[in-house]
């Protein structure tokens, strides 16, 4: 059974660094063909896709964060991290980390998410 778990602080000040990490157990992040995602959802809003890193280190972003956003691993501890840079109030939300089957599509285990307060 595979589990993830974020961790981080939950209260950033604007224009300071967010990050997250990303603990996974029972599950190698370097097994094929795997990526690991970070998803947010904004208070009253869906969820969005921030960006992942997949099982040979390959890194991918969304267009609209993509000049923020940064995703890495460390393979010796099985986890990957997020840093969101510049961050406003508008980036108040619950984080999410996430694995996704390539080629399958959807995600298969999730952390329970951790709320991420912008204020200063």
């Known amino acids: 059974q595979v589990q993830l778990q974020e961790s981080g602080p939950g209260l950033v000040k604007p224009s300071q660094t967010l990050s997250l990490a990303c603990i996974v157990s029972g599950g190698s992040i370097t097994t094929r063909y795997y990526c690991w995602s970070w998803i947010r959802q904004p208070p009253g809003k869906g969820l969005e896709w921030m960006g992942a890193?997949?099982?040979?280190?390959?890194?991918y972003y969304s267009p609209s964060l993509k000049s923020r956003t940064s995703i890495s691993r460390d393979t010796s501890k099985n986890q990957f991290s997020l840093q969101l840079n510049s961050v406003s109030p508008e980036d108040t939300a619950v984080y999410y980390c996430a694995r996704e089957r390539v080629e399958i599509g959807g995600y298969d285990y999730w952390g329970q998410g951790t709320q991420v307060t912008v204020s200063s």
């Open positions: 890193i997949c099982y040979d280190g390959s890194t």
